[in-house]
């Protein structure tokens, strides 16, 4: 394609973005495939079709297409109850959990809000996860909205495991990866660092673009975790565009497919963009209509990459982007150039737009942090010697939080997410992880509370931003009464 890739050796230092690959395919044949930038910047080492990116929830049509695959043999149904093949699946609510059906785990309609802090260096398993479920709260009840929700892909992908007789990754490995010829894909970032030919992840901040350490996200899999190159997703595209086929084998029949591209629940539309239009879920992948035209798409975004696969089935084309550059826009930027490009619209200059959308993120974050500061009680002291607020803290749900003592400062441990704590007001203080200043959170305030006998007892923490702080009970230790 004329001009691409001056458009994307112009545009990539303009968002700091060390490499990017991309594949697009058209007619059921791959017209463009090309490399950009370095995969590792210490060793100047370039991208190539074959470096491996972490993919993040693009991996989720992967996931349906593999439940998808068991309904075709009459293994599943999409629309009965959960519990008709998990039998102790249980959830919060208790008509949510009787009567949740497959299809609505990989919608987003489960009422569940995204619960991420549950999974993220989760030291727990899949069915321990699936486990802790009935203990996190809905926000809304089932099927009546849309909540992005990992957990629940997490879940399906369990159920496939279940259903199979196998691992969600050994069913995808042999159903799809296998068939379509997708031999350098993955299910761990642990195995592709065993590759030659890999990115390392990336992430932009106080103007320096940094290296940072691999995320291991292999139990939230099913939601996350495939790696993969432009080669092996060009055919992925390619098999979705030939109505589920690939060669003479049918991966899916085209009714299930068809079922992956169709909408199923309604997404709240934030965006006041007017080419972006009638946003929809279907089964792993959003669905909207672009200056006319359908679009099937999903992003994925982990901890130092960022990536877009991009479908026009009605027009029989598709774009895949990846990057290794941690919540970059990049992607967006270049996919809707080459729409515009291949459907020969005039271009839309999303390159500006979405900067002027990040500069008011970056605003938005500023006036947060100003108001956090602002809403302190000056002059305060915590009630205790901060030596009697350490121990651990449980919550049915999330686990344990360990509070410790070092240098005269208290921190937290969750997750391996180490905190630092800084007094806030009374028994409040503020809380920030390495994570947080990387990503230029604002800090998240944690709570301290006592009993009637002036005993530390728990702790709340703001785990999930649509409900209220979670309450994490302290756990006695030998010769404590609470």
Same mark, same amino acid.
């Given at each position: 394609?004329?001009?691409?890739?001056?458009?994307?050796?112009?545009?990539?230092?303009?968002?700091?973005?060390?490499?990017?690959?991309?594949?697009?395919?058209?007619?059921?044949?791959?017209?463009?495939?090309?490399?950009?930038?370095?995969?590792?910047?210490?060793?100047?080492?370039?991208?190539?079709?074959?470096?491996?990116?972490?993919?993040?929830?693009?991996?989720?049509?992967?996931? !349906?297409?593999?439940?998808?695959?068991?309904?075709?043999?009459?293994?599943?149904?999409?629309?009965?109850?959960?519990?008709?093949?998990?039998?102790?699946?249980?959830?919060?609510?208790?008509?949510?959990?009787?009567?949740?059906?497959?299809?609505?785990?990989?919608?987003?309609?489960?009422?569940?809000?995204?619960?991420?802090?549950?999974?993220?260096?989760?030291?727990?398993?899949?069915?321990?996860?699936?486990?802790?479920?009935?203990?996190?709260?809905?926000?809304?009840?089932?099927?009546?909205?849309?909540?992005?929700?990992?957990?629940?892909?997490?879940?399906?992908?369990?159920?496939?495991?279940?259903?199979?007789?196998?691992?969600?990754?050994?069913?995808?490995?042999?159903?799809?990866?296998?068939?379509?010829?997708?031999?350098?894909?993955?299910?761990?970032?642990?195995?592709?660092?065993?590759?030659?030919?890999?990115?390392?992840?990336?992430?932009?901040?106080?103007?320096?673009?940094?290296?940072?350490?691999?995320?291991?996200?292999?139990?939230?899999?099913?939601?996350?975790?495939?790696?993969?190159?432009?080669?092996?997703?060009?055919?992925?595209?390619?098999?979705?565009?030939?109505?589920?086929?690939?060669?003479?084998?049918?991966?899916?029949?085209?009714?299930?497919?068809?079922?992956?591209?169709?909408?199923?629940?309604?997404?709240?539309?934030?965006?006041?963009?007017?080419?972006?239009?009638?946003?929809?879920?279907?089964?792993?992948?959003?669905?909207?209509?672009?200056?006319?035209?359908?679009?099937?798409?999903?992003?994925?975004?982990?901890?130092?990459?960022?990536?877009?696969?991009?479908?026009?089935?009605?027009?029989?084309?598709?774009?895949?982007?990846?990057?290794?550059?941690?919540?970059?826009?990049?992607?967006?930027?270049?996919?809707?150039?080459?729409?515009?490009?291949?459907?020969?619209?005039?271009?839309?200059?999303?390159?500006?737009?979405?900067?002027?959308?990040?500069?008011?993120?970056?605003?938005?974050?500023?006036?947060?942090?100003?108001?956090?500061?602002?809403?302190?009680?000056?002059?305060?002291?915590?009630?205790?010697?901060?030596?009697?607020?350490?121990?651990?803290?449980?919550?049915?749900?999330?686990?344990?939080?360990?509070?410790?003592?070092?240098?005269?400062?208290?921190?937290? !441990?969750?997750?391996?997410?180490?905190?630092?704590?800084?007094?806030?007001?009374?028994?409040?203080?503020?809380?920030?992880?390495?994570?947080?200043?990387?990503?230029?959170?604002?800090?998240?305030?944690?709570?301290?509370? !006592?009993?009637?006998?002036?005993?530390?007892?728990?702790?709340?923490?703001?785990?999930?931003?649509?409900?209220?702080?979670?309450?994490? !009970?302290?756990?006695?230790?030998?010769?404590?009464?609470?």
């Amino acid at each position: 394609m004329q001009g691409l890739s001056e458009f994307i050796n112009d545009t990539m230092p303009e968002w700091n973005v060390p490499g990017l690959a991309i594949a697009i395919v058209k007619d059921n044949q791959i017209v463009f495939s090309e490399g950009f930038g370095l995969r590792d910047v210490k060793n100047n080492l370039k991208v190539t079709p074959k470096t491996l990116f972490a993919i993040g929830s693009c991996t989720k049509a992967f996931t !349906t297409m593999a439940m998808g695959i068991l309904v075709d043999r009459g293994q599943l149904d999409w629309d009965k109850p959960v519990r008709n093949y998990l039998p102790s699946f249980k959830l919060y609510d208790s008509y949510a959990s009787e009567h949740i059906t497959p299809r609505d785990l990989v919608t987003h309609r489960s009422g569940l809000p995204r619960h991420d802090a549950m999974w993220y260096r989760s030291p727990f398993t899949r069915e321990e996860i699936i486990n802790r479920l009935p203990y996190l709260e809905p926000t809304h009840e089932l099927r009546s909205v849309f909540q992005y929700n990992n957990l629940m892909y997490l879940a399906a992908g369990y159920l496939v495991g279940e259903i199979a007789g196998c691992t969600w990754e050994e069913f995808v490995q042999r159903e799809i990866l296998q068939p379509l010829g997708m031999e350098n894909s993955n299910f761990s970032v642990e195995a592709s660092q065993k590759t030659d030919d890999f990115a390392f992840p990336y992430v932009h901040n106080n103007e320096e673009v940094k290296e940072i350490p691999f995320l291991n996200i292999d139990v939230i899999g099913p939601a996350g975790s495939i790696n993969s190159n432009i080669t092996d997703m060009a055919q992925w595209l390619l098999m979705h565009l030939n109505k589920g086929k690939v060669g003479d084998k049918q991966i899916i029949s085209p009714s299930n497919l068809m079922q992956m591209h169709t909408p199923q629940i309604v997404e709240p539309n934030p965006q006041s963009e007017r080419e972006v239009l009638n946003p929809c879920y279907g089964l792993g992948w959003a669905i909207y209509a672009y200056r006319g035209y359908k679009v099937v798409q999903h992003g994925g975004g982990i901890d130092g990459f960022s990536a877009l696969t991009t479908l026009l089935p009605q027009d029989n084309m598709g774009v895949v982007v990846l990057t290794n550059l941690n919540a970059s826009p990049l992607h967006s930027i270049v996919s809707f150039y080459v729409c515009d490009r291949l459907l020969n619209l005039d271009p839309i200059p999303w390159n500006e737009r979405i900067k002027e959308g990040v500069a008011l993120a970056k605003e938005s974050t500023t006036k947060a942090k100003e108001k956090i500061a602002a809403e302190r009680k000056r002059g305060t002291q915590p009630s205790h010697a901060l030596e009697d607020y350490t121990g651990n803290y449980e919550h049915p749900a999330y686990g344990i939080i360990s509070v410790e003592l070092k240098d005269d400062r208290l921190t937290t !441990t969750y997750n391996s997410i180490v905190s630092q704590l800084q007094h806030y007001h009374y028994d409040t203080f503020e809380s920030d992880s390495e994570l947080g200043e990387m990503l230029d959170m604002p800090p998240d305030l944690i709570s301290f509370w !006592t009993d009637k006998k002036g005993n530390i007892t728990s702790l709340y923490v703001p785990m999930e931003p649509s409900l209220k702080d979670a309450v994490f !009970t302290r756990i006695p230790e030998k010769g404590m009464t609470l």
